[in-house]
């Protein structure tokens, strides 16, 4: 079993970054494959980002601006997010993968986080 909780969420304005935490219970977190995902209101939740070992990997709308990492050490997961645009705006999950399969698949993740709400003004 493994907890998630996101923190790192605000208001930014476009242009700006925010770093997002998602730290993790359990003693197995560094066996899991991580990914973010997020919603914005009145769509379906979308795949931002995922790591899986040493390889990441991207969003093709996110990709160059937002970087996905991890410290196993401390059991945290991590996403930075530069350039950020209004079309950024939404509640940001983290996700953990227990038995493999497509990272960019909201059902093969076992384990949510509650969300954080990451909001960009123009």
């Known amino acids: 079993q493994v907890q998630l909780v996101e923190s790192g969420g605000g208001l930014v304005q476009a242009g700006g970054s925010l770093r997002l935490s998602c730290a993790a219970s359990?003693?197995?977190?560094?066996?899991?494959?991580m990914g973010w995902f997020r919603q914005a209101p009145g769509k379906e939740r979308e795949f931002v980002a995922a790591?899986?070992?040493?390889?990441?990997y991207y969003a093709d709308s996110v990709k160059g601006r937002f970087t996905i990492s991890r410290d196993n050490a401390k059991n945290i997961l991590y996403l930075l997010m530069n350039r950020l645009q209004p079309e950024d705006t939404a509640v940001y999950y983290c996700?953990?993968?227990?038995?493999?399969?497509?990272?960019?698949?909201?059902?093969?993740?076992?384990?949510w986080g509650q969300g954080t709400q990451v909001t960009v003004s123009s």
């Open positions: 996700a953990a993968d227990r038995f493999g399969g497509s990272l960019v698949t909201t059902s093969t993740y076992n384990y």
């Open positions: 359990g003693r197995t977190f560094s066996t899991y494959a």
């Open positions: 790591i899986k070992g040493g390889s990441t």
